[in-house]
T-cell receptor
């Protein structure tokens, strides 16, 4: 059973910033928040992971408030190629690596 | 190889038949995972191998499903007496270090259709 809740779908336009929020009220102390991206006919691909505050890489930023009960994936200036499903997962350090995926958020970027 | 390779990419079989799905992980990755993804859903965990042994097979839905990894590299997912409900994309992932998020690489999957 997925331990995260995120919107089923979102629409955006090219050039806009997209923020996808994920709720994880029961996050454990040793859980990291991980986001994956999946394009049609491909397997999921790691985007970003964080524990608290803010993490930024060349693809996205991840904002995590102090209580860690939610997180927001921010995609700057999206393009049509960012149309994909985005999954928010909790990953406990030291576990076997079994990833529990929810339904994800389908992001549709329009021209 | 450079990535995780899964063959075949597509498989159509008749109900009741036996199928084998192959996963060739990244060279040197000791951890290997199988997932199943139905249309519109996220991937669902099936089984995890560490080396040759199945460390966690709690996701296998029933005894028609079985997976092996005899030499600690290539893995085969075997499905007996296939049912229409087995139709899905079967994904394989491998990892050098399951303790970090960066180690997971997924293949493109095998789309299984049972008719």
């Amino acid at each position: 059973l997925a331990k995260t809740t995120q919107p089923i779908s979102m629409d955006s336009y090219e050039g806009q910033e997209v923020n996808i929020t994920c709720s994880h009220n029961n996050i454990a102390t040793n859980d990291y928040i991980t986001w994956y991206q999946q394009f049609p006919s491909q397997g999921p691909r790691f985007i970003i992971q964080g524990y608290k505050t803010k993490v930024t890489n060349e693809v996205a930023s991840l904002f995590i408030p102090a209580d860690r009960k939610s997180s927001t994936l921010s995609l700057p200036r999206v393009s049509l190629s960012d149309t994909a499903v985005y999954y928010c997962l909790l990953y406990g350090s030291g576990n076997t690596g079994k990833l529990i995926f929810g339904q994800g958020t389908t992001l549709q970027v329009k021209p | 190889g450079a990535g995780v390779s899964q063959t075949p990419s597509n498989k159509v079989t008749e109900k009741g038949k036996y199928v084998e799905l192959r996963c060739d992980p990244i060279s040197g990755h000791t951890a290997l995972y199988w997932y199943r993804q139905s249309l519109g859903q996220g991937p669902e965990f099936l089984i995890y191998f560490q080396g040759t042994g199945a460390a966690d097979d709690s996701g296998l839905p029933n005894d028609r499903f079985f997976a092996v990894r005899p030499e600690g590299s290539v893995s085969t997912l075997k499905i007996q007496r296939t049912e229409r409900g087995d139709s899905a994309v079967y994904l394989c992932a491998s990892s050098l270090n399951p303790g970090t998020e960066y180690g997971y690489t997924f293949g493109s999957g095998t789309r299984l259709t049972v008719v």
